[in-house]
């Protein structure tokens, strides 16, 4: 049975400070995996999709990486703003119908 | 404006007494499916649909039932709600293939 981990459970930093999110899977057989972003009372907004077949994905200041040997995904951000304040969830996707799997979240608090 | 709405958006009812949550997406999304938040336990899929009239069981389908007879609704029903369905429900819905999932607002339901 897959299984999503996220560590740490919470961050708090500075503003302008650069962070990484981690993520583990255990089974690496999957077809795809996504980071979310949630706002508290919200939605989740898809921030980077991977596929199985690539290493990294990027926008803007985010930066994904994929090691699906190993069962690890981190979500990088560069300068954090307190504006990126938000809980952080990534999603394995099992397969081509979309079966996704969540992560608990990392909840990031980033201070002014 | 490219979107997934949930009705209610806040719904407190009683054990027993049977509720449908509405979810509607304009994309013409083949894939919608339904989560449930809970504060430790991350999201859990409940059910999901690959198309018209095609649902498959997520992970915690015990309790709920869904239905799929147009493209655009995907409503989630509980015939006999409990208190350990109290939670946040989440749908969400994407293209196959494209992958990027889109999600509603969320739909908070308490059940006394």
């Known amino acids: 049975k897959q299984e999503v981990t996220q560590i740490p459970a919470a961050l708090s930093v500075p503003e302008g400070e650069n962070l990484v999110l981690n993520c583990s899977f255990t089974d690496s057989a999957i077809y795809n995996l996504q980071w979310f972003r949630q706002d508290p009372g919200k939605g989740l907004t898809s921030l980077l999709l991977?596929?199985?077949?690539?290493r990294e994905q990027t926008s803007g200041r985010l930066n994904a990486s994929l090691d699906k040997s190993s069962g690890r995904s981190t979500l990088y951000i560069a300068a954090s703003q307190p504006g990126d304040s938000a809980t952080y969830l990534c999603a394995v996707n099992r397969d081509y119908g979309q079966n996704f799997v969540f992560g608990p979240g990392t909840r990031l608090s980033v201070l002014p | 404006e490219a979107q997934v709405t949930q009705n209610p958006r806040y719904l407190i009812t009683v054990t027993g007494k049977k509720l449908t949550v509405t979810c509607s997406q304009n994309?013409?999304?083949?894939?919608m499916s339904w989560y449930r938040q809970d504060p430790g336990l991350g999201l859990r899929q409940i059910y999901y649909?690959?198309?018209?009239?095609?649902?498959d069981k997520g992970d915690v389908p015990e309790g709920y039932k869904v239905s799929r007879k147009e493209k655009r609704n995907f409503p989630l029903i509980l015939e006999s709600p409990s208190p350990n369905q109290t939670s946040l429900y989440f749908c969400?819905?994407?293209?196959?293939?494209?992958?990027?999932?889109?999600f509603g607002p969320g739909t908070r339901l308490t059940v006394t």
């Open positions: 991977i596929q199985s077949s690539q």
């Open positions: 649909s690959m198309n018209v009239e095609v649902t």
């Open positions: 969400a819905s994407s293209l196959i293939g494209q992958d990027e999932q889109y």
């Open positions: 994309m013409n999304h083949e894939y």
